[in-house]
C-alpha cells in the first residue's frame, strides 16, 4: 500500500454528454470529457471557450462610474490639470500604471505617476502622500489597483479639495470610500464579469477614454492578469490569449530587455512565460528597492535605458530568490520550534530579521510545506509593528476571517486566498490565537490535506499525441483554468528508477499492452515504496515528449497510490539495517521465527521485534519477515488476523540454505553398501566414502540417521550397523527425511523462487485468511 498525498477530488461527467460535444464539437472523447467537467457541458458554452472568435470584450461603460469618470478626466486634460497615476508595487500594479500613463499620456494630459515605498508607506493610498501631491499641485488622482478600502485616506483627501478616481478590483467592503468615482467590476453597475485583475480595470479606463479599444497595450493588461492569479475566464481568458499574441511580437524595449537578460525568446512566450519568469522580475524592484524601476522599464522608448533597467532588475531578481531561500528555512525552523501541528490549523510567524518586500512568496511557500492558513510577519522593532503577508487554503476565506478580527489590526484587505495586514507587534499572539480559533471552528483535520483537482479519469488506450494536441484548445491554463490533471487507474508500473544527479526524481513505464512514460519531478522516493508489479493509481499532467524527432506522450506524476498489499523483496540485499531504519517506526514491524536470527539486529530495532506467534498485524502495517520460518504454517499465522500494508522478505538465516536431498539411487546405493559390509565407521571413514561418490559427509550423515529411523540400522558410537530385519518402509516415515524435504521445499518456494512465484506464495494463505474473514463477516 502507498497512500497518496493529496486528497483526489475526481470531477465527474455524462458519458452521453461527452459523447455529444464529442461529435458535435468535432473534437477528441479527451477534449470533450475535459471540457464537460469544466462546467463546459453544452455545445455553446463550449465553442465560447474553445473558439475566441465567439469571445468580445465587454462594453467599459457598463461599469458604476465609468461616465462620471471619464468625463472627469478628458475635463483634467483639455484643462492640463495635474493628474497623479496613484499604483501599487507588485506586477499587476506595476502594469496598471503603465497602462494608465500610457493612455494619459497619448491624449495629452499632464500626469505623473506615484507608486508607494512598501517599506516606509506601505499598501495603498496614505495621507502623507496626498498631502505631497496636494502641495506639488495635483487635482486629480487616478488609483490602479489599489484604493477599495483607503476610506479615511480618501476623507482627507476630499478635504484637501482632491478628487479620486479609484480603479481597484480587491475585495470591497461593507462601507465604500467616499471617492470622486469608483470604477470597480463588483461595485454597482452592471459589469457582466467580476474578476479583472488591476491592470484589467485599468484597461477598461483606457478602452472608454480612448473610445475604441487599446489592443496595443494588450501585452501588459496580459502580463499583470497572469501574475496576479485572477481566474482565467471569460474576459480574462480572452485578454490572455489576444495578448500573448502580442507579447510574441513585442516591440517594447524595455519587454525585450528583460526578456534578454532572463534568456527567453519572445516568440514561445506562453503564460507559464510571465507566471515564472516575467512576473516575478517586475515583482523583484517591488519587493527589495522601489516599483518605479519596473514602470520606467514599460514607459521607456529608449533602447539603452530599458536595458539598464533590465539589468538592474535582472540583479535584484537573483537578489530577492536568495532572500527567500535564507527566510524560507529560517520561517520553517521557527514553525516547528513554536507550532504543534497536530492542534494548530494556522501557521503564524514572524521575525525582526525579514524582508517585508518577501513575506508573500514565504507565506506560499509554507502553504506548500505545512497546507494551513499561513500568516508572515515582518516586524519593526523601532515602531513596534508587524507587517504581514497571508496565503490560504481550500474552505478558509482571509478576508472573510481578517475581517472578524479587524479589531486587532491597523489595517488589512485582499481577496479570499492572499490577503496583507499590519498590527501592533504586541498583539500578534491574541491575533494567533483567534486567528486559530476561527481556523477550529472552519477547518477540521481532512481540510488541512492538500487538494489535487483532477479533471477525468482515462484509460491508456485514450491517450496519444492527437488528443494530447488538441488539449492546448483549452490553453491559457491558469485560475479556474488549470492545466488538465488526470488519472489513470489499476495500471502497473514497470522499470520504476530513480533519475537526476540527486536521484530526486523518478521515472517508469505503465502499462502492459498499452504503455505510457511516467516522470515525477521531486518524487524520487516514491521509487522505494512501489513493488514490482503492483496495480497504481497515478495522477498527473499529459505533455508530449520530443527525441531526436520523435514523439511520445508522457505523463509528468503529481501523486500516485497503491490501495493493495505490496511485497518488497529483500532477499539477499545488501544494507539491510538502513532500509529498515528509513522505514516510519510507527509502522515499522519485524517478525522473527528463530531467536537466534536477531543478533545482527542490535538493540536499535528492539520496540520493532515481535515474535511470528504474537504478531498481531494491523492493515497498517510494514512487516518486515526477518528469517526463514520452518514452516508455512507458522508465516500464515502472521497473516491471520489482517493483510499488512506492506510485506519485506528478508528471509536470514545462519544455516546453509539449501543442501539437496539425496535421492533414491543414493540411499540404494549406500543400503547395498551396508548390506555387504554389515557395518560401517562413519568417524573413521565417512569422508573418504562421501569424496569417492562425490557427496558431502552431511548427505552420509544424513542417509545413516534416516535409516536408523526407519528401523534399518542401529548406530553405536559412531559405527552403523545393519539390521537383519527387511521390513519395507517409505523414506517418508523418516521424521528427518520429511522435515529435510519439507524445508528444502520450503527454501525453494521463500528463497530460491523468483518474485512473481514469492508473491504468489503470499497471496496464497494471504487471501486465504481473507476470505475466512470476510466469511465469518
Given at each position: 500500500m502507498l497512500n497518496s498525498k493529496n486528497r483526489w477530488m475526481i470531477s465527474e461527467a455524462d458519458s452521453e454528454n461527452i459523447q455529444q460535444l464529442s461529435i458535435e464539437l468535432e473534437v477528441s472523447p479527451l477534449l470533450a470529457k475535459l471540457l464537460a467537467t469544466r462546467g463546459l457541458d453544452n455545445v455553446e458554452k463550449a465553442k465560447q471557450f474553445i473558439h475566441t472568435d465567439y469571445l468580445q470584450f465587454h462594453d467599459p461603460f457598463l461599469m458604476r462610474d465609468m461616465n462620471k469618470a471619464v468625463t472627469r478626466i478628458k475635463k483634467a486634460i483639455e484643462e492640463q490639470e495635474p493628474i497623479l497615476v496613484f499604483g501599487d508595487y507588485d506586477a499587476d500594479g506595476v502594469t496598471s500604471t503603465s497602462v494608465m500613463m500610457t493612455v494619459l499620456q497619448d491624449l495629452g494630459a499632464n500626469v505623473q505617476f506615484y507608486i508607494p515605498d512598501r517599506f516606509t508607506e506601505g499598501y495603498g493610498p496614505n495621507k502623507e502622500a496626498f498631502y505631497q501631491a496636494k502641495e506639488e499641485g495635483i487635482e486629480l488622482i487616478v488609483t490602479v489597483d489599489t484604493g477599495i478600502s483607503a476610506i479615511e485616506v480618501i476623507e482627507f483627501a476630499n478635504e484637501l479639495e482632491l478628487d479620486v478616481i479609484i480603479t481597484d478590483h480587491h475585495e470591497p467592503g461593507e462601507t465604500l470610500p467616499n471617492a470622486y468615482a469608483i470604477i470597480h467590476p463588483k461595485v454597482g453597475g452592471d459589469y457582466p464579469f467580476p474578476s479583472l485583475a488591476g491592470v484589467g480595470v485599468a484597461w477598461k479606463v483606457a478602452h472608454a477614454l480612448y473610445g475604441t479599444l487599446p489592443d496595443h497595450l494588450l501585452e501588459l493588461v496580459c502580463i499583470g492578469t497572469v501574475a496576479d492569479l485572477v481566474p482565467l475566464q471569460d474576459e480574462n481568458r480572452l485578454i490572455v490569449i489576444e495578448g500573448l499574441k502580442k507579447l510574441r511580437q513585442t516591440t517594447r524595449h524595455g519587454l525585450l530587455a528583460l526578456l534578454s537578460c532572463a534568456k527567453v525568446d519572445a516568440s514561445s512566450i506562453d503564460e507559464e512565460t510571465i507566471g515564472f519568469t516575467l512576473g516575478p522580475r517586475l515583482n523583484a524592484p517591488g519587493r527589495l528597492t522601489h516599483a518605479a524601476t519596473a514602470v520606467l522599464l514599460l514607459l521607456t522608448k529608449d533602447e539603452s535605458e530599458a536595458l539598464a533597467n533590465a539589468q538592474e532588475i535582472e540583479a535584484l531578481n537573483k537578489e530577492r530568490q536568495k532572500i527567500v531561500q535564507e527566510t524560507v528555512k529560517d520561517a520553517i525552523k521557527q514553525v516547528e520550534q513554536t507550532h504543534d501541528l497536530d492542534k494548530d490549523r494556522v501557521i503564524v510567524v514572524g521575525s525582526k530579521n525579514w524582508n517585508s518586500g518577501v513575506i508573500g512568496i514565504v507565506a506560499s511557500k509554507l502553504v506548500q510545506e505545512y497546507y494551513r492558513p499561513t500568516f508572515?510577519?515582518?516586524?519593526?522593532?523601532?515602531?513596534?509593528?508587524?507587517?504581514?503577508?497571508?496565503?490560504?487554503?481550500?474552505?478558509?476565506?482571509?478576508?472573510?476571517?481578517?475581517?472578524?478580527?479587524?479589531?486587532?489590526?491597523?489595517?488589512?484587505?485582499?481577496?479570499?486566498?492572499?490577503?496583507?495586514?499590519?498590527?501592533?507587534?504586541?498583539?500578534?499572539?491574541?491575533?494567533?490565537?483567534?486567528?486559530?480559533?476561527?481556523?477550529?471552528?472552519?477547518?477540521?483535520?481532512?481540510?488541512?490535506?492538500?487538494?489535487?483537482?483532477?479533471?477525468?479519469?482515462?484509460?491508456?488506450?485514450?491517450?496519444?499525441?492527437?488528443?494530447?494536441?488538441?488539449?492546448?484548445?483549452?490553453?491559457p491554463f491558469g485560475v479556474q483554468n488549470p492545466k488538465p490533471r488526470v488519472l489513470i487507474e489499476n495500471t502497473t508500473a514497470l522499470d520504476i528508477r530513480k533519475i537526476g544527479a540527486d536521484k530526486s526524481h523518478v521515472k517508469m513505464t505503465v502499462g502492459d499492452q498499452s504503455s505510457l512514460d511516467v516522470i515525477g519531478f521531486g518524487l524520487g522516493a516514491v521509487a522505494d515504496e512501489i513493488a514490482p508489479l503492483s496495480p497504481i493509481d497515478v495522477v498527473g499532467e499529459l505533455s508530449i515528449n520530443e527525441w531526436n524527432n520523435r514523439k511520445k506522450p508522457q505523463l509528468m506524476m503529481q501523486d500516485v497510490c497503491v490501495k493493495e498489499w505490496q511485497l518488497f523483496d529483500w532477499r539477499g540485499i545488501q544494507g539491510v539495517l538502513e532500509k529498515i531504519d528509513s522505514l516510519p517506526s510507527e509502522k515499522r514491524k519485524i517478525i522473527f521465527f528463530n531467536q537466534t536470527a536477531l543478533s545482527p539486529l542490535n538493540n536499535k530495532f528492539k520496540e520493532s521485534l515481535t515474535p511470528f506467534h504474537n504478531a498481531s498485524v494491523t492493515a497498517e502495517d510494514y512487516v518486515i519477515l526477518w528469517d526463514l520460518p520452518t514452516s508455512l504454517e507458522q508465516l500464515t499465522q502472521v497473516f491471520q488476523n489482517h493483510i499488512p500494508a506492506r510485506v519485506y522478505a528478508y528471509f536470514t538465516s545462519s544455516e546453509d540454505y539449501f543442501q539437496t536431498v539425496p535421492t533414491r539411487e543414493h540411499f540404494k546405493w549406500f543400503y547395498a553398501y551396508l548390506l555387504k559390509y554389515n557395518s560401517f565407521n562413519l568417524k573413521k571413514h565417512g569422508s573418504a566414502l562421501a569424496k569417492r561418490k562425490g557427496w558431502t559427509h552431511d548427505t552420509i550423515e544424513f542417509i545413516s540417521k534416516v535409516f536408523f529411523e526407519l528401523e534399518f540400522v542401529t548406530i553405536e558410537n559412531g559405527v552403523v550397523y545393519i539390521n537383519p530385519t527387511k521390513q519395507k518402509r517409505d523414506l517418508t516415515d523418516s521424521p528427518t527425511y520429511k522435515m529435510k524435504v519439507e524445508r528444502v521445499e520450503l527454501e525453494k518456494e521463500l528463497l530460491y523462487s523468483s518474485y512473481s512465484q514469492l508473491k504468489a506464495t503470499f497471496e496464497k494463505f494471504i487471501y486465504r485468511h481473507e476470505k475466512a474473514r470476510e466469511e465469518v463477516k
Open positions: 508572515v510577519f515582518s516586524i519593526d522593532e523601532f515602531e513596534g509593528t508587524a507587517k504581514g503577508s497571508a496565503r490560504s487554503i481550500h474552505g478558509f476565506d482571509l478576508y472573510e476571517n481578517l475581517t472578524e478580527v479587524k479589531d486587532v489590526l491597523q489595517h488589512y484587505g485582499g481577496h479570499p486566498m492572499a490577503a496583507g495586514m499590519s498590527l501592533l507587534e504586541d498583539d500578534l499572539n491574541l491575533f494567533r490565537e483567534r486567528m486559530n480559533k476561527l481556523a477550529i471552528a472552519k477547518l477540521n483535520k481532512d481540510d488541512l490535506i492538500p487538494i489535487l483537482k483532477v479533471d477525468a479519469r482515462l484509460t491508456l488506450d485514450d491517450i496519444d499525441i492527437e488528443a494530447i494536441e488538441e488539449m492546448k484548445m483549452l490553453a
